[in-house]
């Protein structure tokens, strides 16, 4: 996770992986656990910070208010000056499914510590930072990437913990379907919606952690795509019928991502749903000419709006590089 360009360190070089919500396990929460994550580190998109120290002096103005926000929890939770000039290079789409807050914060305030030479609990910065409150998925993307399954949260507040983490086969592919004109809930929306939404029968909760812990866990241990997808597709049938009246009354946010994940089922493809509340759609796939075939054909049909993306599965967290100075001049000429 860590790689050092030289002793003398001018910057921090973060680059944070986006992450594939595949759905809760357990919104029922009966037996004090609730929600319950599977999800996936993406190679791409990430987000790509530079982190600086700032001259004695005012703290700098940062390029948005939302890294502004962070910058002050992260150095406040570090007992630190907010000094630090903070510069996002590339970005993951935010609402869109990804968990891009929650890579925003924890690059930042992993970048800051490392810049300072302090040591860093990334759990407890997490909480400090108001991110895992429902999944874990993230933070577990960001520390170590791969395929996780997270316990859920109980009454303490922490973050959930890890259960598994298994290494995403390389020669699959995730074909990732966005559609910019929509947005998948969040803040204050997301929360009515977790507050109004009917109970969640036990029955259904124990039916999907068999699925993932019974089917979707082996089939990925043993390279099994098709029960892997057949298992993923299940999950996110019974989550996205529940969360339905929250989506417009669809199994997914966005109409054209639904029809574009209703020809590639057409086309055989087993593995498809929505990350998170969306509106991003996705699908696994074998090999790298699979996904580019999948890609060729719904650009004859799908709505014009949408753009594709083939990426890999991540097998690591992220990428934190110290920046000599020649290093960090190549990196702001860029």
């Known amino acids: 996770m860590y790689e050092a360009e030289s002793d003398a360190t001018y910057a921090i070089r973060v680059r944070a992986p986006a992450r594939l919500h595949f759905g809760f396990l357990d919104l029922n929460g009966s037996l004090g656990r609730r929600f319950g994550s599977l999800g996936l580190a993406l190679d791409d998109p990430a987000a790509e910070l530079l982190i600086l120290r700032a001259p004695d002096g005012p703290a700098p103005v940062q390029e948005n208010e ?36 929650t890579q925003l914060a924890l690059g930042i305030v992993s970048g800051v510590a490392e810049l300072l030479g302090k040591s860093l609990d990334l759990r407890k910065a997490a909480a400090a930072l108001d991110r895992g409150n429902r999944s874990g998925v993230g933070l577990a993307a960001f520390s170590g990437g791969g395929f996780i399954l997270d316990g859920g949260r109980d009454q303490t507040g922490e973050p959930p913990p890890i259960l598994s983490r298994l290494n995403f086969p390389e020669p699959w592919r995730v074909l990732l379907i966005l559609d910019e004109r929509e947005d998948g809930i ?23 952690c ?21 298992g993923i597709t299940e999950i996110q049938r019974r989550l996205g019928d529940h969360f339905a009246p929250f989506q417009g009354g669809g199994r997914f946010t966005s109409p054209a991502v639904a029809a574009a994940l209703s020809r590639l089922e057409a086309m055989g493809v087993e593995g498809v749903g929505q990350s998170s509340w969306g509106p991003t759609g996705f699908a696994i796939l074998a090999s790298e000419k699979d996904a580019c075939q999948a890609v060729e054909e719904l650009g004859r049909h799908a709505d014009e709006s949408l753009r594709f993306l083939v990426t890999r599965g991540r097998n690591r967290g992220a990428d934190i590089i110290k920046l000599d100075r020649s290093a960090l001049e190549e990196r702001l000429i860029r």
């Open 210 to 230: 068999r699925i993932a812990v019974m089917q979707v866990l082996p089939a990925l241990a043993l390279g099994d795509i098709g029960s892997f997808g057949r």
């Open 66 to 101: 939302r890294i502004a926000r962070i910058v002050q929890l992260a150095c406040a939770f570090l007992k630190v000056s907010d000094r630090f000039d903070v510069r996002l290079k590339a970005e993951i789409p935010a609402h869109a499914g990804f968990g891009s807050g």
């Open 186 to 208: 969040h803040g204050t929306a997301e929360a009515a919606a977790f507050r109004d939404l009917p109970p969640f029968p036990q029955s259904e909760a124990a039916s999907l």
